[in-house]
Each structure stands twice: as structure tokens, then as C-alpha cells.
């Protein structure tokens, strides 16, 4: 037989003495009065100091929603408030670089295979309007594994709540994936790759509810050499060339025709507000779709 056990938290009460509280105030202010009369030059080396010792963060606001607020130093920017939706997307946008201390960055990426760099992913800005045209690099310098081939598509894809979906994370992705644009580019001996997908006007912008959401990202796919053999620290890979023939007068070499490679992919988060592009500003009485 299990017996019952009750749980009892009791508070515990104490009278103060009247002499102790004078004693108490006697200390704080003493230690106020020695605060007062520190040297001013004593106490500017000593605020600097906190400063320096402060972890340093380096990042930008990363994505923004037309409704959020920045946090930072207060401006004239600040202070206006879109009147419009349109203004909304507008004021979005134009602060969707914006740099602070609070998200990591939103148009730079460095992209690295088993702790080695690969690449460096850099966007023009992180939001857009339907129908602009994207700017976006791939650089290579200074990368740790070489790469032979990239493939770039901008998708989107849909996301269900897990308590109202009938099916996996995968297989809904694997449904609702729609490829809105693609680039292919051999990236052997190549420093930086560019390419400016266009974003299409009559496609649907991203939306969060609170059962469905739709995203809007950059799908990169590299295709990368494996690895061979790692002796003391140094990587080694299989050689581009291979060699036919060769004689007294000097050997003969020629493209490899297999080459073993792995490839992986990363997906870049990017925001599509529902703005018109391309017309003159009118009077927007109705608003835009988000």
C-alpha cells in the first residue's frame, strides 16, 4: 500500500531590528558618498574598460517583417510611419541591411564542408519585391576544398503544422517545391560566379498563417572533390589530369574521365514581399497583398 504524502511550504517570518536597518542605510550611503568623490578620469578608465570587455557582435538585423521596429539609435526614418501597405514593403526593404548587435547576417553566408570552407554566398539584400531581378555572388577565393560545378534554383515551398498535417515535413516539401528559376555553372578554377535569377510577377509572395506558411529560398547545390587520403594535416584530392604516355621527350596528359565527388546543398532564406515593380506610384487606396 502506497501511503500519502503531503507537501508542505511554509513561510518563514522574523522581526527586524530598528537598529539594523539604520546600520544597513548607514552603509549604502557611505558607499554612495565614496562614489561621489572618485576621480572623474579614474571613472571614465573604469567605464571604458566595461566597454572593451563586452563580448563583440558582429551581425545585421537579418530578415524584417513590414510591421517590425528596429531597435538601435532613434532617427528621422524611425519616426515616419508608412501610411500604406506599400510603404510598409518599402521601408522593409530599404532596411533589410540595416547593421546591428542582435541577428547573425542575412547577406552573407559562408558555406563550409566538415569545418573547410567552400564558399562565400553574398546577396545584394535580403528582401525583395515580385518581379525584381536578384543580384547574388559565389566566391570562391581562399576556399579549403575546391569545387567543380554549382546549381542554383530559387524555390519555394510550403510548411504545415505539424498538429494539422497529414503527412512528413518531406514528403509536404517534396509536394508543394516549385522551381521558379535555375542556373547551372562548371565553377573548376573559377573565383567568383554570378547570376541574377528574376523573381516572377505573378507568383505568390511569402506568408505565415497560423496552419500554413510559404517560403522563398535560394537552393545551391555543390558538387565538390572527396577526399582521397589526409596525411599530417594535409588534404589531398585526385588529380584533373592523367597521364597517357610519356617518353623521353616529355609526357603526354589529358582530362580526367571520372573523377570522384560528392555534393551537398544549402538553402538561403530570402523575402519576397507582394509589391508591383515597374509603374508609376498612384494612389493606393486598397493596399497590396502580402
Not at 538585423?61 to 510603404?87: A, C, F, N, W, Y
Not at 535555375?182 to 535569377?197: D, G, T, Y
Request: glycine letters at 4%.
Amino acid at each position: 500500500m502506497s501511503p500519502y504524502i503531503i507537501l508542505r511550504d511554509q513561510a518563514r517570518t522574523a522581526s527586524i531590528v530598528a537598529a539594523e536597518v539604520t546600520s544597513a542605510l548607514i552603509t549604502k550611503k557611505g558607499a554612495a558618498v565614496d562614489k561621489a568623490g572618485q576621480d572623474p578620469f579614474a571613472e571614465f578608465l573604469t567605464y571604458v574598460d566595461n566597454l572593451l570587455e563586452r563580448p563583440r557582435q558582429n551581425s545585421s538585423m537579418g530578415l524584417l517583417s513590414p510591421t517590425d521596429t528596429v531597435p538601435g539609435r532613434s532617427s528621422i526614418v524611425e519616426d515616419h510611419h508608412p501610411q500604406t501597405m506599400k510603404d510598409s514593403i518599402d521601408m522593409a526593404v530599404l532596411r533589410s541591411n540595416l547593421t546591428g548587435a542582435a541577428n547573425q547576417s542575412a547577406n552573407r553566408f559562408e558555406i563550409a564542408r566538415s569545418g573547410r570552407r567552400v564558399a562565400v554566398i553574398m546577396l545584394a539584400r535580403p528582401a525583395y519585391r515580385l518581379g525584381e531581378t536578384m543580384s547574388a555572388v559565389i566566391d570562391f577565393t581562399n576556399s579549403h576544398i575546391p569545387c567543380y560545378s554549382v546549381h542554383v534554383s530559387l524555390e519555394t515551398s510550403e510548411k504545415v503544422d505539424p498538429a494539422i498535417a497529414l503527412r512528413s515535413n518531406a514528403s509536404i516539401y517534396r509536394v508543394t517545391k516549385k522551381a521558379h528559376a535555375s542556373f547551372s555553372e562548371n565553377a573548376i578554377f573559377a573565383q567568383k560566379l554570378a547570376f541574377s535569377p528574376t523573381i516572377p510577377p505573378n507568383a505568390t509572395p511569402e506568408f505565415i498563417t497560423s496552419g500554413i506558411s510559404l517560403e522563398w529560398k535560394l537552393r545551391i547545390e555543390f558538387i565538390t572533390p572527396r577526399v582521397t587520403n589526409e596525411e599530417g594535416g594535409v588534404q589531398t584530392f585526385d588529380d584533373l589530369l592523367e597521364e597517357i604516355s610519356s617518353d623521353d621527350r616529355g609526357v603526354i596528359l589529358a582530362a580526367a574521365q571520372r573523377l570522384p565527388a560528392e555534393s551537398f546543398e544549402v538553402q538561403v532564406p530570402i523575402k519576397v514581399y507582394g509589391a508591383a515593380t515597374g509603374a508609376p506610384d498612384a494612389p493606393d487606396e486598397e493596399g497590396l497583398p502580402v
